[in-house]
């Protein structure tokens, strides 16, 4: 069955690579022609040669026709992409590959499949991951959570790859909140870093970011082991470990007072402002994601940002 992942981010890139070893990929990318040329995405994943297994273009009528179809796309664009695209992709088994929750409706990316294109099989591959590593055929275990079952064990068979283990689940939602809850935490502890506050204190923001996960996902409907599987705990361990993270990066700029790429796409930074307005307005009590959001919207600062947590009232854990 054919196999195209649209958009040459390095996560996408790096799918397309590894399942490259399965047999013929397709790579839509904006600007494909040096990727053609160098047989490398030079800017996002260097040293990473294509398999000759994989096309890339810049024609998305080459991807479109593919079964299967990976959308590698920045979560806030994802809907637009999808309304401008849905006659192609009716009836097509779509992944989302990015993780986040959208600001204008508060939902993740399978619920804008589902939106969108009802007649496609949604999914979301999603996990604890850094692209270089898919890439250069390192062991990675992810999530892959589509709610037909059928769906799920097709989707697995199809894009495991030798390094590349997919473990699948007909929870969406909690495999959808795991990647982009995780995230937001990843800032407060890239913050706490920047700042110079110490291991111990990331390592407490792990742990009650972790309970503010579980409970937005309670919330939401979710299994919560699927929290504590790969696309939730795995994930935030990796996350907010590693300056390989773009949302920790962020928070350690953030931290330091220093200024951050704004080319960067950080998928944590919506997200936290999008699970904010959603706790407000269900009553759920997610201080440290408020934090994140006050640093981000700048109504609070770092200091005033750890006042608020380390003054909050005494509880049981």
């Excluded at 055929?137 to 068979?157: F, N, R, S, V, Y």
């Excluded at 759920?284 to 919207?297: E, F, N």
Aim: glycine share 10%.
């Amino acid at each position: 069955m054919s196999i195209s992942v649209l958009g040459a981010g390095a996560f996408g890139t790096a799918l397309a690579i590894a399942l490259g070893g399965n047999g013929p990929v397709t790579l839509w990318a904006r600007d494909p022609a040096d990727m053609q040329t160098t047989r490398q995405n030079a800017k996002r994943l260097p040293d990473c040669p294509f398999p000759d297994t994989l096309q890339v273009t810049g024609d998305l009528t080459d991807t479109l026709t593919a079964q299967t179809i990976l959308l590698a796309l920045p979560l806030q664009q994802l809907r637009g992409f999808l309304q401008e695209h849905v006659a192609d992709l009716n009836g097509k088994a779509l992944v989302a590959c990015c993780k986040g929750i959208e600001l204008s409706s508060g939902v993740g990316p399978v619920q804008i499949i589902n939106d969108v294109v009802p007649n496609a099989q949604a999914a979301i591959l999603t996990g604890p991951s850094f692209a270089a590593d898919i890439a250069r055929g390192l062991p990675t275990a992810l999530t892959l959570a589509a709610q037909c079952e059928d769906t799920a064990k097709q989707l697995q068979q199809q894009l495991t790859t030798r390094a590349l283990r997919l473990y699948r689940t007909t929870d969406t939602i909690g495999a959808e909140l795991g990647g982009a809850l995780k995230n937001v935490v990843a800032i407060a502890c890239g913050t706490a870093m920047g700042a110079g506050m110490g291991e111990s204190a990331r390592a407490a923001l792990m742990t009650r970011g972790y309970a503010e996960m579980q409970r937005m996902a309670a919330h939401r409907g979710a299994d919560p082991d699927t929290l504590a599987g790969l696309s939730g705990f795995g994930d935030l361990t990796l996350t907010c470990t590693s300056e390989g993270s773009r949302n920790y990066r962020l928070g350690l700029s953030l931290g330091r007072g220093e200024a951050f790429d704004a080319s960067t796409t950080v998928e944590g930074a919506a997200t936290a402002l999008a699970v904010a307005r959603v706790a407000t307005d269900a009553g759920l009590d997610m201080p440290i994601t408020m934090a994140v959001a006050g640093l981000l919207d700048k109504t609070l600062d770092v200091k005033e940002a750890v006042h608020s947590l380390l003054n909050r009232p005494l509880k049981e854990e």
